[in-house]
Antibody, heavy 121, light 107 residues
Framework: EVHLVESGGGLVQPGRSLRLSCAAS????????MHWVRQAPGKGLEWVSG????????GYVDSVKGRFTISRDNAKNSLYLQMNSLRAEDTAFYYC??????????????WGQGTLVTVSS | DIQMTQSPSSLSASVGDRVTITCRAS??????LNWYQHRPGKAPKLLIY???SLQSGVPSRFSGSGSGTDFTLTISSLQPEDFATYYC?????????FGGGTKVEIK
């Protein structure tokens, strides 16, 4: 059974940094692309970033480019999101999601329960 | 970026009703269109991928259709567990985008 468990969320001041982690199990992690998707309070879903199985291709939504960095460690079955220069508008639940594909992005067939990031002074 | 527009933004329906949600893309996306269900406090769930393929384990009352710019999600007979928010999402480009969501509420 596929399990994705996010961690690392919390309350952080504007301008500070936070690193999210996602521990994956129940599938061959190095065979699939992975993503981060967020949902701000009262808002809809927003794709944040994705990474192919071999880390050869990476993408970001425009609003986080230059501030967030996605990475993965296939030996540890883990996905990460380094978030720098955090802003109030980054406040959201952050979900880790598995892609159906390996070297391109298709759909998110499994999701974690999410971790809450609150950016406030 | 490709903009995804869903309609309606919310609807009220009764158990047993047939429900249709539409999603329009700002440019042609072929059939690179997926549908998700999101209940409060739960992880989102993939229902339909590639516009019309039913994800494993999803009840057959859910169906998807469309290609190009216009797509539809249909629930043939609404069940109590179907009250949720539904999102479409395009994967035609590597800058993935979601629609704004359609909240299905109990009438």
């Amino acid at each position: 059974e596929v399990h994705l468990v996010e961690s690392g969320g919390g309350l952080v001041q504007p301008g500070r940094s936070l690193r999210l982690s996602c521990a994956a199990s129940g599938f061959r992690f190095d065979d699939f692309a992975m993503h981060w998707v967020r949902q701000a309070p009262g808002k809809g879903l927003e794709w944040v970033s994705g990474i192919t199985s071999d880390s050869g291709s990476i993408g970001y939504v425009d609003s986080v480019k230059g501030r967030f960095t996605i990475s993965r460690d296939n030996a540890k079955n883990s996905l990460y999101l380094q978030m720098n220069s955090l802003r109030a508008e980054d406040t959201a639940f952050y979900y880790c999601a598995k892609d159906m594909g390996r070297s391109s992005w298709y759909s998110f067939d499994y999701w974690g329960q999410g971790t809450l990031v609150t950016v406030s002074s | 970026d490709i903009q995804m527009t869903q309609s309606p933004s919310s609807l009220s329906a009764s158990v047993g009703d047939r429900v249709t949600i539409t999603c329009r893309a700002s440019q042609s996306i072929s059939t690179y269109l997926n549908w998700y269900q999101h209940r409060p406090g739960k992880a989102p769930k993939l229902l339909i991928y590639a516009a019309s393929s039913l994800q494993s384990g999803v009840p057959s009352r859910f169906s998807g259709s469309g290609s190009g710019t216009d797509f539809t999600l249909t629930i043939s007979s609404l069940q109590p567990e179907d009250f949720a928010t539904y999102y479409c999402q395009q994967s035609y480009t590597t800058s993935l985008t979601f629609g704004g969501g359609t909240k299905v509420e109990i009438k």
